[in-house]
């Protein structure tokens, strides 16, 4: 069965960090792109990060450049999003994502997420 | 990286067809055939239903259906059913070689 496991949310201060894990598994975790999306509480889906199979290539949204890092372990089947300077804006659930094989940007397997509130 | 523009909510019978628009740039939308769309019930997480703006994944009903006409997508969902009721979200590849979603459409079956 494939899955996506994700843990370290939880309530954080304005201005401090947090790194939220995912922990994959029933797939060949090397062979695919993965992504972090997140969704505010009653909001939509918002694309936060991808990296590719290798950690090469990695692109963000314009809102969490400079702030957030996304990294992999292949070797764990663990992707990471390491995020600084954390804002109120940046509650969230956060939900870790696979992206299919061949297929651009189709991400066809979800986590169940992980909630991130900021708040003092 | 402007939120691709979907109708907030959109509603229809049982057995009727609703389409659902998701209008871009020539940045996103129209420049790439890279949109997807994702059903998201209350409390659940998404689930992929169309890829590749026509392509449905295995196991997809083929009530779905997707297309699109310069820089708007859409979704027809046809012989609407109750468990049909959900949101929806579309998104796609942009210039920046980053991912947009679409702000998410109510679809209500009445």
């Known amino acids: 069965e494939v899955r996506l496991v994700e843990s370290g949310g939880g309530l954080v201060q304005p201005g401090r960090s947090l790194r939220i894990s995912c922990a994959a598994s029933?797939?060949?975790?090397?062979?695919?792109?993965m992504h972090w999306v997140r969704q505010a509480p009653g909001k939509g889906l918002v694309w936060v990060s991808r990296?590719?199979?290798?950690?090469?290539?990695?692109s963000y949204a314009d809102s969490v450049k400079g702030r957030f890092t996304i990294s992999r372990d292949n070797a764990k089947t663990t992707l990471y999003l390491q995020m600084n300077s954390l804002r109120a804006e940046d509650t969230a659930v956060y939900y870790c994502?696979?992206?299919?094989?061949?297929?651009?940007?189709?991400?066809?397997?979800w986590g169940q997420g992980t909630m991130v509130t900021v708040s003092s | 990286q402007s939120a691709l523009t979907q109708p907030a909510s959109v509603s229809g019978s049982p057995g009727q067809s609703i389409t659902i628009s998701c209008t871009g740039t020539?940045?996103?939308?129209?420049?790439?055939?890279?949109v997807s769309w994702y059903q998201q019930h209350p409390g659940k997480v998404p689930k992929l239903m169309i890829y590749e703006v026509t392509n449905r994944p295995s196991g997809v009903s083929n009530r779905f259906s997707g297309s699109k006409s310069g820089n708007t997508a859409s979704l027809t969902v046809s012989g609407l059913q109750a468990e049909d009721e959900a949101d929806y979200y579309c998104s796609s590849y942009t210039r920046s070689a980053t991912l947009v979603f679409g702000g998410g459409t109510k679809l209500t079956v009445l």
């Open positions: 994502v696979k992206e299919a094989v061949a297929v651009h940007d189709a991400l066809d397997i």
């Open positions: 029933g797939f060949t975790f090397s062979s695919n792109w």
């Open positions: 990296i590719n199979e290798d950690g090469s290539s990695i």
């Open positions: 020539s940045s996103d939308v129209g420049g790439y055939n890279y």
